[in-house]
Nanobody, 124 residues
């Protein structure tokens, strides 16, 4: 059974940086895109960033473009989200997700698994 195990997160000041990681535990093949979504208090869940199965292709959400970077280590099915130039509006619970297919996409309907979520809090 595949589980998405997240780590990282926590608190940072505005303008600072944080790093989130997620490993697809129990996954022996490497054919699936992975992504991060987030949910801010009182808001709908929104797409943050996605990366294809090989790590060669990525998609970044408009609200974080130029500030967040997603990378992947295919050998371990681990993805990392680097959050730079943090803003108060980045405060949210961040969820790791695994897709049904290998190419990255923004639609939530393309993703099957969810991680447990990790809190990111940006202070001003």
């Amino acid at each position: 059974q595949v589980q998405l195990v997240e780590s990282g997160g926590g608190s940072a000041q505005a303008g600072g940086s944080l790093k989130l990681s997620c490993v697809a535990s129990g996954r022996t093949d490497r054919r699936y895109a992975m992504a991060w979504f987030r949910q801010r208090s009182g808001k709908e869940r929104e797409f943050v960033a996605a990366i294809g199965w090989s790590g060669a292709s990525t998609r970044i959400g408009d609200s974080v473009k130029g500030r967040f970077t997603i990378t992947r280590v295919t050998a371990t099915n681990t993805i990392t989200l680097r959050l730079d130039f943090l803003e108060a509006r980045d405060t949210a619970v961040y969820y790791c997700r695994e897709a049904f297919k290998g190419s990255p996409s923004e639609g939530s309907e393309n993703y099957a698994l969810w991680g447990q979520g990790t809190q990111v809090t940006v202070t001003t």
